[in-house]
């Protein structure tokens, strides 16, 4: 197993194409060790050149609430009243940190994407 750091584009693209070759390894065999090697390298070159940016705390509730089919009453718990929720989601009151937690505890939405502050 040769396997050195991911520096250039060029040593980005040939790790990919060894991914690629790798991706039937089995668990637990020399193959599936390069497999995931090469997978946190690939991982960590991507972070530090590719980040992606976090979505509006609104987007990140609208998504959730899109995904899983919720209506704005599903929200009370977590922000309140029906004419504070709507207040939020249309971006006329922000949220606090209490509903930050809620949000981030009772329905998983990362607590990075709740506490970015509105471009």
């Not at 050149?49 to 609208?62: T, Y």
């Not at 009772?106 to 506490?115: D, R, V, W």
């Amino acid at each position: 197993m040769r396997i050195k750091p991911i520096r250039t584009t060029r040593d980005y693209e040939a790790a990919l194409r060894s991914i690629e070759s790798l991706m039937t390894a089995k668990r637990n065999t020399p193959e599936g060790d390069q497999l995931d090697v090469l997978v946190t390298l690939v991982e960590a070159y991507e972070a530090k050149h590719f980040p992606l940016d976090l979505p509006d705390p609104v987007e990140a509730i609208k998504f959730v609430m899109e995904q899983r089919h919720l209506t704005v009453k599903d929200l009370v718990p977590f922000i309140g009243q029906p004419n504070r929720i709507y207040e939020v989601l249309n971006h006329k009151r922000p949220l606090t940190m209490v509903m930050a937690w809620k949000l981030h505890r009772g329905l998983g939405i990362p607590a990075e994407s709740l506490i970015k502050q509105a471009a």
